[in-house]
């Protein structure tokens, strides 16, 4: 005996699907289920509305949405920053959240380091984290100086050591 319809979309068995889930009849609701069509075959199948190019039109921009919350940041924006905090002295927590909420912040900043590296920068001493600054700090003379003045001090500096010595 064959049955008069297929069954292909659950709104096509009205609402004992949903009384089903309801009272809690675990048995007809699989039934039910076991009814529908599995073959993809029967399934009614959709098309995106197009932009005047042709193309499809992306979902984001279909339904409105605003950009995706970017996940990982090189450096952080002081702007984004700024903004929040100042929605938060001015309206609150509630306000400070929906500043957040429609420009969020990323989920991790990163620095100029990679992840590994910046681990072990954090960890290390507070001399080895800034390489550069440390070297920009004892550099005492200027890129262009004259032989006989860079002899001049090198002089005067071995003359402190040795009286401090």
Not at 106 to 117: F, S, T
Not at 134 to 141: D, N
Request: proline residues 7%; glycine residues 6%.
């Amino acid at each position: 005996m064959r049955p008069e319809g297929i069954l292909i979309n659950e709104w096509q068995l009205g609402s004992a699907l949903n009384q089903a889930v309801h009272q809690g009849h675990r048995g007809e609701f699989g039934l039910l289920l076991s009814m529908m069509v599995q073959d993809v075959r029967y399934h009614g199948s959709f098309q995106l509305e197009k932009t005047e190019q042709g193309e499809p039109l992306p979902l984001r921009q279909r339904f409105e949405l605003p950009e995706p919350q970017p996940t990982i940041s090189r450096f952080p924006d002081i702007h984004r920053s700024e903004a929040c905090a100042q929605a938060f002295h001015q309206g609150g927590l509630v306000q400070s959240r929906l500043q957040q909420c429609i420009t969020p912040e990323p989920l991790d900043i990163r620095g100029e380091h990679c992840h590994g590296m910046s681990e072990a920068l954090a960890n290390a001493e507070p001399v080895s984290r800034q390489p550069d600054s440390l070297a920009q700090k004892l550099r005492v003379f200027p890129a262009q100086m004259a032989l006989a003045d860079l002899i001049a001090e090198q002089r005067l500096q071995s003359a402190a050591l040795r009286a401090v010595a």
